[in-house]
T-cell receptor, first 114, second 117 residues
């Protein structure tokens, strides 16, 4: 069974630009979650999508947004990039519709903002 | 807001030593509890989970964890570590819809375990 995949592996942008990160969940999983793993801050919840709808978002500004496509893959967009957005962005997927079960993580996209 | 505390930032052990990593969480309601592991160069993977029932749960690779509700704790243990257990370990809690946190796994800051051969 293929796991969660993310692309690109690495992304380098400059301040003010936009970044787009992509995630494909495990086949059959309808929920996709996004987390930011910044140095010294640990993993922080960004967004949860299920069946194409945003179900919940963490304490991040609106310039962090995303969407989920009909095939359940997802995109995270970060607008007006700031230096502190440099982090590893992890995507996870789950079968659990209530958002309380285990989540399966992808390898992440390393975003560097210069 | 919910929070998860992992007591040790970095633990160094020799092979065959016993391991216990502490984890405490702040939420007093019904919780689902997880330990994830990240081996060097690999992505996060689930070690074990607790949803309900027997508070002593067994996971992969000989790891186990005990849920003590009165102490809000979910400590990870292994009787005898191996060099291959060198990794970063994360405790995580999902408290359902408490405080609008549905879907939100709340992670501790992680504990790096280094096992000397």
């Amino acid at each position: 069974e293929a796991g969660v995949t993310q692309s690109p592996t690495h992304l380098i942008k400059t301040r003010g630009q936009q970044a787009t990160l992509r995630c494909s969940p495990i086949s059959g999983h309808t929920s996709v979650y996004w987390y930011q793993q910044a140095l010294g801050l640990g993993l922080q919840f960004l967004l949860w999508y299920d069946e194409g709808e945003e179900r919940n978002r963490g304490n991040f500004p609106p310039r962090f947004s995303g969407r989920q496509f009909p095939n359940y893959s997802s995109e995270l967009n970060v607008n007006a990039l700031e230096l502190e957005d440099s982090a590893l962005y992890l995507c996870a997927s789950s079968l659990d519709l209530a958002g309380t079960g285990e989540q399966f993580f992808g390898p992440g996209t390393r975003l560097t903002v210069l | 807001a919910q929070s998860v505390s992992q007591h040790n930032h970095h633990v160094i052990l020799s092979e065959a030593a016993s391991l216990e990593l502490g984890c405490n969480y702040s939420y007093g309601g019904t919780v689902n509890l997880f330990w994830y592991v990240q081996y060097p160069g690999q992505h996060l993977q689930l070690l074990l989970k607790y949803f309900s029932g027997d508070p002593l749960v067994k996971g992969i690779k000989g790891f186990e964890a005990e849920f003590i509700k009165s102490k809000f704790s979910f400590n990870l243990r292994k009787p005898s570590v191996q060099w291959s257990d060198t990794a970063e370990y994360f405790c995580a809690v999902n408290g359902g819809n408490y405080g609008g946190s549905q879907g939100n796994l709340i992670f501790g800051k992680g504990t790096k375990l280094s096992v000397k051969p």
